[in-house]
């Protein structure tokens, strides 16, 4: 059994699949049933082991004892069933239907949860064993809450869970400690247990904590609060506050070890590398996980300059609207909402969140001015204080350049060889989840228990609990194309690699040799404001929205663009051998505008031979991907205007990759200047402040990308010696 949809998504950074469960076991359904008794041979006619017919390593185990029939998962408590007629069976919140083959053997189930009387989506899986055993390595966690006081008077609240017994046997166990401006009302037994099974099972003193003036926190909330100099107790910030927790934690909680690791996914990814600067002396371990760490370079509210409007517009109303999560829904297709209002402005006026903090600060500071720059957190990284384990995914639609930006940071002060990174085939938190899909896409096992059976579970249990089994001496990478796990020293790797150039070409082509075409050999489009590519295949929902493909969007075709006119693609023949691209992957764009200004998005893509498998055949899939804004060209702290029809370098990352291209694909790149409604349009006529401009700056524009030996555009990456 599994549970989908919005509870088996990553919340907080924790795997909420088990508090679905949890809420199935306490549910009380709206259904009526009927409980009768089966003979103990008919019961025994279920036990087995079942496996998703989706994801074929989710694995349901149902087995007797004495005249009662569970069901349990890896990840979830068992279940008592009870018949209510052959086949069919019940638990609270969950109803179960057996499925036999045509010589009447069980062969498969059909497993359906709903919560609060509604129905949930059917999950089908299929026998593969007639053997029953207990899959799941439960430990039962007894909860309490506490108000914890901290430096400046404020009290912070977190709910703390201890393997049950622990106290009494004098158990001394580490602390493992998530804060999160999301809620902490869900931390329980079974999401503790669901969300890291072999964490849960080795047993810590888990703690999740409201961080400032979210929930149950007292204080003010400040979005992403930046790191000041502690020159009086009211000099606070994230770093004062798990401090100050830490304290508490190791003064109040008997029978601790006084160790303690500190972890989580995107905002709360930001406070776990908060804990290692300034480090309290008892943090041991860390692990930023798609951590929010500069959201105006290239995190969730800019990137390169181009303001992400979708998600500024959404996350902001989310978190500021009130001091609980509010949720953001537009009943319209974005692309509409966004078209119609012009600008974020108009947009905001709209819905009349022009006045909360982090909006207002939109407004009227959309170039990387020091506010800004004091909320980047990679500028503290001057020294390892601590062991970091840093996790990003390839297709993270959130936050993909923080994992990568602070290992850099950290990495040339390593001295004792303690900062490690993992980057794998995930979107935003994906490595939760047990799943070998991202989308349409397989990669042939479940790489996330891999990662967290393999990497993160030994990494916590080495620096808190003195144990072996850690062997990650650097970079974990998976591979994609091949789908296999790479390990490297560093990042980007330099041994066994060399430098490469695939230059974009006049005639739509792609070549490693530098191009021949003398003078301005170039590739034009026409770029309208009024008709913006889109980001994705539309409609557009809200961010978290229902039915919105936000998640996986990274991954989808790009042939729904293939036939516009205003955008320049570059392909390459279909390749005779494997091409290996490993490493920051860097755009140089030789191009000119007949505007003052303008957007300039490049994407590196696989392009799938026709005769692929369904569903890959013709298939195009980003591999890595980026936007700049033309204005910031010289200084992303003062945006000038372009000079009509010069011929201007524009130089940024499109992130990593560690992606093998197939013999008998094909490269493509695709160059557009406009990722609509996710990027706010840009006017192409330079105006003081974008997020204000009137209806009449945006303008039609030609724009030319030069692909000639005088101005050779191209990308640059890494390929493995002698390929």
Known sequence: MKIRGYCALVLSGWLMASVAVGAAQEAQTAEKHHAITLPVGALDEYV???????????????????????????????????????????????????????AGKVSGLTSTY??????????????????????????????????IPVRDGVKLHVVILRPAGSEATGEALPFLMQRTPYGTSWASSAAV?????????????????????????????VMNRAIVAHTTKNDVDETTDTRDTIDWLLKSVPNNNGKVGVLGVSYPGFLAMSAGI????????????????NVWMGDDFFHNGAFRETYGFDYVQQLEAQKTDARVESKEDTFDFFLHHVNFAGAADAVK??????????????????????MAVERHLTKVEVPTLEVGGWWDQEDMWGTQAEYA??????ANDE?????????????GPTTRHLGVLDFGAATGDQYRKTMEAPFFERYLKGRGGFDLTGVASFRTGVNKWERYEAWPPKQGFREAKLFLNADGGLSRDTPAAAGKAAASYNADPANPVPYRNRPIQSTYGDGSKWRTWLVEDQRFVSGRKDLANFSSPVLEKDVTVTGDVVADLFASTTGTDGDFVVKLIDVYPDDAPAPMAGYQLMIVDEIFRGRYQKSFETPEALTPGKVTEFRW??????????????MMVEVQSSWFPLYDRNPQTFVPNIMTAPSSAYQKQTVTIYGSGEYPSHLEFSVPDGD
């Open 48 to 102: 087995g082991q079942y496996r998703d017919e989706v994801e074929p390593d989710v694995v349901s185990s149902v087995y007797r004892e004495e005249d009662k029939l569970y069901i349990e998962g890896v990840r979830w408590a068992r279940l008592e069933l009870q018949a209510e007629a052959a086949d069919h069976f019940y638990a609270k919140g969950l109803r179960i239907v057996f499925a036999r083959s045509a």
């Open 114 to 147: 709903s919560e609060r009387g509604e129905r949930g989506v059917e999950t089908k899986e299929e026998r593969f064993s007639p053997v029953g055993i207990r899959l799941n390595h439960f430990r039962e966690y007894t909860r309490s809450e506490a108000m």
């Open 193 to 221: 247990n669901g969300s890291k099974p072999e964490l849960a099972a080795s047993g810590y003193i888990f703690v999740f904590g409201d961080i400032r003036g979210r929930y149950e926190s007292e204080g003010k909330f």
């Open 278 to 293: 300034e480090a309290h002396p008892a943090v041991k371990a860390i692990s930023p996980q798609a951590p929010m760490t």
């Open 353 to 374: 969140m022009e006045n909360l903090p982090t909006a207002k600060i939109f407004l009227t500071q959309p170039a990387y001015t020091k506010f800004w720059q004091d």
């Open 409 to 414: 940071a950290l990495k040339p002060h390593d």
């Open 419 to 431: 900062v490690f990174m993992v980057l794998g085939p995930w979107n935003h938190g994906g490595w």
């Open 653 to 666: 990352s499109l992130h990593g990759a560690d992606h093998t291209f197939l013999k008998g694909h094909k």
